[in-house]
C-alpha cells in the first residue's frame, strides 16, 4: 500500500534548511516507506541533500522563496499562504499532494494557515494543539490544548478528550486510554463550570474508546498514571511551560551546586553517566512534534530550536499518524459519540 | 511598642499538635517579640509545650474540640466557625484578640471563613491567596491567585498586582517591584480579554508603588527578573502545581538515575553535599506560608504536611507581615490607585 507523502516546510525552525533536512533524512531511515515534499529555497535544499542520498531518491522540491518570519502576526502570514514555504506545505496536503505537513515555524501563523486550508472534521468546533511529555512511567501522556484556543467550553473540552484519546490509542497502544481533566482539585465541585459539565459529559457518555478517570491536578501530570490530559489553551500552554522551566530551574540549580566545590566537581564526573541520563530524558528534542488534532489532515509543530534529531521525532509522529490512520480514527469515535449522545439524552441524563 | 497577637490553629496539618507547636516555638526565636494564642485541645497543646518553657510563657491557650475535617466542604466547615479551631483562631482576629491567624487546616475552609469573619479591605472585591516561590534571582517570587478564586475580570487582577507588590516590596526591600502578568506570550494580542484589559489598565495607572512589565510566560516565573506574577486562580494554581510537580519529576529521575550503577553510587556520596544543597532549595518547607491578601487581618496558610520548620516559615511570615503593617500598606496603595485612575480618566487615556 502506497503511503500519502509527509510535506516538510523547510525554511521553519532557527538551525536552516540543513537541519530541517537531515531531521527528516534521520526519520526517513525509521520510516523508509514514506516520499517526502521538501519546500522551501531549491537551491539551499539540494545542497542540504547532497549529504542524503536515500533521501534525495524520496524527495520532490517544491521551490519558493517567500518565508513567515517568526514574530510575524498570524493575520499578516495569512495573507502569503500561497506563497510561503508554510503556506505551500499545508496547501499540498489540501490537495491531496501531502498526507501531512511539517513545519518549525511561527506557531500562530501555522494554526490559523492550518485551520484556514484544512477546516476543521466534521463534528469538532475547533481543532487544538497536542503534545506528548515524559512521565516517570512506561508511557508519555499527551496534553491538550496547548495554546490553539485560548478559551474553551465543555463542548471543546470534551471534544478535545476524545482526540486525546484516539492519539494515546496510537502511543500506547491501550484500548481506552486513561483520561482526565486538568482542573485545581478531584472534587466535584472544583474549578471552572466548564470543567465540571464536560466532566459530566465524559462521565455519562457510554460507547467511548476511553477510560474517563475524573480530574487530574497539574502537579500528577507526569507520575504515568494518566495517559490523556484535557485542558483549555490557556491553562494548558501555562500547565506546558511551567513544567519547561521547572525542570530547567531545578537542571540549572544541580549545575551550580555540582560547581560549587572541588568535591562536586569530582562528584558529578564520577556520576556523569546518572546526569547523561537525565539529560536524555528532558532534552525536548526527544519529545518534539506537537500535532494539531482535529483537522482534515495531519498537521506537526516542529520546536523552532530542535535539533537534527528532534526535527527527525516531529517527522516520526507525522509519519506514525498517517500510517495509523488518526484522523480516521477520530471520525470514527466522534460517530460513536453521536450515537452515545443519543443514548444519554434518552436516559434523561445529559445536562 | 506591642505588636499584635498571632492565633495559630494548634490542630490543624497532617502532623498533629506537636509539630504546630514546635514550629510556632521556632518561630519565635526570631520573632520574641509576640505573642501567641494557641487554639484546640488545651491537654495536648499543653504536654507540646512542655519542651518550649519561652514558647509557654508567651502563649494563652484557647481551648476547644472540634476540628474542621481536610476533606471537609468549606460550606459545611463555616456552620462551625464559632467551635472548630480554624473558625475561632480567625474569630480572634475579627475581635481584635491576634493580628494574624496561622493554620495549617483544609485551604477551602480557611478561605471561606477568613472571607465571612473579617470581610474584604475597602477596594478589594475579592482577596488572593499568594505564596513565595525559589527563583534563581536574589529573592523569592510572589506569585498570586493561587486557587481563591477560579475565575477573576481585569478588575480582580489590578487589585491583586496591588495586593503582590505591597507584599513585595516587604519581602525584597524594592520601591518598585517588577510586576508581570502571567500569561501564554508576551504580545499585547496574546491571552484572554481580561489579561489583556488588567495590562492595558496597569500600564495607564500611574502613582503605582511598583513597575509593571507586561506578560511573562510559565516557563519565566523563576528566573529570578520578575518580583510578583499576577493571575487568576485556576491559572495560578495550575502553574504552582505544574512548577512542584515537575521539580519532584526530576529529583525523582535523579535519584533513580544516581542509583542505577555502582559508579553513579559513588558519584552520588562524593557529591552529596551538592545535592542536599539542591533539597534545601526545593524543600517547600522553606518557601512555606501562603498569605490571604486582601482581608482586614493576616490569614497565613501552612501546608498540611509542614514539618515544625515549615510551620515556623508559615508563622514568620504571619509575623513579618503584622510587623511591616501589610494591611496598611495595601489600603494606602489602593487609595493612591484611586487617586491615579482619576488621572487617567482625565487624560482620557483609561480603557
Do not use: W
Request: proline fraction near 3%.
Amino acid at each position: 500500500m502506497s503511503l500519502p507523502r509527509i510535506a516538510v516546510d523547510a525554511m521553519g525552525g532557527d538551525d536552516g534548511v540543513r537541519t530541517v533536512v537531515s531531521g527528516a533524512a534521520l526519520a526517513r531511515r525509521e520510516h523508509d516507506r514514506f516520499n517526502f515534499l521538501l519546500v522551501g529555497d531549491r537551491a539551499r535544499i539540494e545542497r542540504a541533500l547532497e549529504a542524503h542520498p536515500n533521501m534525495r531518491h524520496a524527495s520532490e522540491i517544491l521551490h519558493c522563496e517567500d518565508v513567515v518570519g517568526m514574530d510575524e502576526k498570524p493575520t499578516q502570514a495569512l495573507r502569503r499562504a500561497k506563497t510561503t514555504s508554510m503556506g505551500l506545505a499545508i496547501h499540498a496536503v489540501k490537495e491531496g499532494k501531502a498526507g501531512a505537513a511539517v513545519s518549525a515555524g511561527n506557531t500562530g501563523a501555522l494554526m490559523a494557515m492550518s485551520k484556514l486550508a484544512l477546516r476543521t472534521m466534521p463534528g469538532i468546533d475547533r481543532p487544538a494543539l497536542a503534545a506528548l511529555m515524559p512521565t516517570l512511567g512506561d508511557n508519555d501522556v499527551i496534553m491538550l490544548d496547548l495554546g490553539a484556543n485560548t478559551e474553551c467550553d465543555a463542548r471543546n473540552l470534551v471534544q478535545f478528550a476524545i482526540m486525546g484519546a484516539a492519539y494515546s490509542r496510537i502511543i500506547t497502544g491501550k484500548e481506552a486510554p486513561r483520561v482526565r481533566l486538568l482542573n485545581i482539585g478531584t472534587e466535584d465541585t472544583k474549578g471552572t463550570e466548564g470543567v465540571q459539565a464536560a466532566a459530566a459529559q465524559l462521565r455519562a457518555a457510554t460507547g467511548l474508546a476511553m477510560s474517563f478517570e475524573g480530574f487530574v491536578e497539574a502537579d500528577k501530570i507526569n507520575r504515568g498514571q494518566t495517559d490523556v490530559v484535557v485542558t483549555d489553551g490557556f491553562s494548558g500552554n501555562i500547565a506546558l511551560k511551567a513544567i519547561e522551566g521547572s525542570a530547567r530551574f531545578v537542571t540549572d540549580l544541580l549545575r551550580s551546586a555540582f560547581t560549587s566545590s572541588l568535591r562536586s566537581k569530582i562528584g558529578f564526573l564520577v556520576s556523569r553517566p546518572a546526569t547523561e541520563l537525565l539529560r536524555h530524558h528532558l532534552d525536548p528534542n526527544n519529545h518534539n512534534g506537537a500535532v494539531f488534532l482535529g483537522l482534515n489532515g495531519v498537521v506537526v509543530k516542529s520546536h523552532g530550536s530542535a535539533t537534527a534529531k528532534g526535527v527527525a521525532n516531529a517527522v516520526n509522529v507525522a509519519a506514525r499518524l498517517l500510517e495509523e490512520s488518526l484522523t480516521e480514527r477520530i471520525a470514527a469515535d466522534l460517530a460513536e459519540l453521536g450515537e452515545a449522545r443519543l443514548r444519554v439524552t434518552g436516559n434523561g441524563q445529559s445536562k
